[in-house]
Nanobody
Framework: QVPVAGSGGGLVQPGDSLTLSCTVS????LGWFRQAPGKEREFVAA????????EYARAVKGRFTISRDNTKNMAYLQMTNLRPEDTAVYYC???????????????????WGQGTQVTVSS
C-alpha cells in the first residue's frame, strides 16, 4: 500500500495548529519530510512500527507530534504553534521495517505520498 498524504494542509496564521494525515500499512514505519521553496527536502518526524519509537527534527521538537492509529492504518502529524518558517510542502513516506526500527534519512524510505502544502502567514 502506497502512503498518501491526505487532508490537513492549508493556510494558517502563526501560532495556529494543523494536523496532517497519511495512510500507512502494517509493518511499515512512517516519516514526514518537508520542502520549503528554494530549499532541500528535510526530515521532520518519524514513527516506528507499531509506534513505540519516535524521532523529531530539532526545529519541530516540542511543537509537532507524530502518531499512528494501527486500527485505521493511519498516521498523523499534529503541528502546534506554527511559525512562518514551517511553510513548506509536507510529504509522508514509508518503508517496511521490523518492530522498533526507525529511519530519518530521505533515502531510507521507499514509498512516498504526494505533498500537501502548509502555509503559515499573517
Amino acid at each position: 500500500q502506497v502512503p498518501v498524504a491526505g487532508s490537513g494542509g492549508g493556510l494558517v496564521q502563526p501560532g495556529d495548529s494543523l494536523t496532517l494525515s497519511c495512510t500507512v500499512s502494517q509493518w511499515y514505519l512512517l516519516g514526514w519530510f518537508r520542502q520549503a521553496p528554494g530549499k532541500e527536502r528535510e526530515f521532520v518526524a518519524a514513527v516506528s512500527w507499531p509506534g513505540t519509537r519516535k524521532e523529531y527534527a530539532r526545529a519541530v521538537k516540542g511543537r509537532f507530534t507524530i502518531s499512528r492509529d494501527n486500527t485505521k492504518n493511519m498516521a498523523y502529524l499534529q503541528m502546534t504553534n506554527l511559525r512562518p518558517e514551517d511553510t513548506a510542502v509536507y510529504y509522508c513516506a514509508a518503508r517496511r521495517g521490523v518492530s522498533g526500527a526507525l529511519y530519518t534519512r530521505e533515502n531510507d524510505f521507499t514509498e512516498w505520498g504526494q505533498g500537501t502544502q502548509v502555509t503559515v502567514s499573517s
